[in-house]
């Protein structure tokens, strides 16, 4: 009997040492997180959606009749999201696709260097069907709003997401231009692409990395159309010009990836202290999580939580909770801080490869036994490479886009091209764009024909003397393929 006593008291003994330990970690984890936040907002961070979010412009309404228009945009014969812009099969030059018999576009998966074509009267019909729903988009961008109706601190709140709307909508504005190009309407084609540019401006402040992502890549599909438009044989106006460039100087992409990664920490914060709030909460949000409804700015309802969801949230909440937010607010500041460097220092190679040793770090706790005590980290961790590179292309290729309107610009009024990008400084352009790729200016040669030649040095840093042929053997050259990124010339 005494024994069992004995041995009852040890149990009940290590029971209460272990709760103690616990007691004391997790208390230690709260207080270093507290202290941690408080350094954070003492630098200037902005932690939750009321500190960063300004307050919405209550333009839902007109959002709806956006978003209906755009959703009509659907065609059996003819969609331009296909359309093939800057067509090249060799790097640097590229055909004028509104000087073409047909619209070459693209077919098949995604990778297929193959091409189709479409006649122009069947995008001409297309265009025709849906031009009322083309005139309330474009009514809508006359205004574009800087943020959506959402509540991102309530989790359970409704959200308006137009991702795909967005899309729809750019695709078709650029078959616009196109068409207009084709019928030597310069000015109508100005206007349809400056709207473009006005696109990737809608909800600018919405502070997703989806959203932010959109963005990019509508000046992505905007920037191709504005060569189409400098290459075109109708010379446009200067003042149009100006204005085109006005609009699309206003963006920065640089910004958006920022702006993204933010929101993506604090919707992460806020799912962290939804968790907390009851030993239920957790279970919907590794459902949350796990379904990428975080996105959105709500948390789905799963199935109801069995015994053993409250039981793992209850252990969550007590134990390992702080330190499981600690740990995924320091990675976080860590890929913040890497990005704003990023910003000012404008070096790609160089940022790529210290968010590439960040995130291995990161992972190489994540598949170790560590794992447990950051179950939502590792959820709410996300690779933000890709991201980062495809900003910093786009980016890129704005200012490049930018310059090259600049350039023409100093062509209609002073008869040629200048000989260096310093002579459109101030007239056409307030400073000399920086290559995202070097932290240096934009490459420019003036030829001997009158021509020039512009360029990025691409990825990998290095300065090819603007050589556009790709290192590996491509079927289908585009402005990344090549050793430098190279505004292409157009095939005459």
Known sequence: MKLRWRIAIGFLGVFLLLALALFIFNKSSQSELEKYKAELRAQGEKLTFAELLPPYDGSYDRLQVFMEAARRLNHPTFTPGVIDWIHSKTGGVAQVISLQTNIPTLVGVSGNPSANFVAWETAVQALDAHAADLAAIRSFLQNPPSRLNVSYDDPLAPSANCFVEKRWAAQWLSGSVLLRLHSNKMEKAIEDLRLIFALAEVHSEDPTIVNQMVRVAIVGLGCPVAWELLAHETVPAEPELKSLQDAISKIDLLDAIEKGMVGERNLALRAFEFSRKESDNFSKTV???????????????????????????????????????????????????????????????????????????????????????????????????????????????????????????????????????????????????????????????????????????????????????????????????????VWPTPAR
């Open 287 to 485: 459902f949350a999580f796990t379904q990428f409804e975080l996105i959105n700015g709500a948390f789905p309802s799963p199935t109801a939580p069995t015994a053993g969801d409250r039981l793992v949230g209850y252990a969550w909440r007590n134990i390992v909770a702080d330190g499981d937010e600690l740990f995924y607010l320091r990675f976080m500041q860590q890929h913040l801080e890497t990005v704003r460097s990023f910003r000012a220092e404008q070096n790609f190679s160089e940022t790529d490869l210290l968010l590439a040793r960040n995130q291995s770090e990161v992972q190489r706790v994540l598949k170790s036994s560590r794992r447990v005590r950051y179950p939502l980290s590792a959820l709410a961790i996300q690779s933000l490479i890709r991201a980062h590179q495809t900003c910093a292309r786009n980016e890129t290729f704005r200012r490049m886009t930018v310059t090259a309107i600049a350039l023409k610009r100093h062509e209609l009024r002073h008869g040629k091209f200048p000989p260096d990008l310093t002579t459109l400084v101030p007239d056409f352009i307030a400073s000399v764009p920086i290559d995202c790729m070097d932290g240096k200016p934009l490459k420019y040669r003036l030829n001997p024909d009158g021509t020039f030649l512009l360029y990025s040095v691409g990825e990998d840093g290095k300065d090819d003397g603007g050589d556009p042929t790709s290192q590996n053997n491509v079927d289908q050259h585009s402005l990344w393929t090549g050793r430098d990124a």
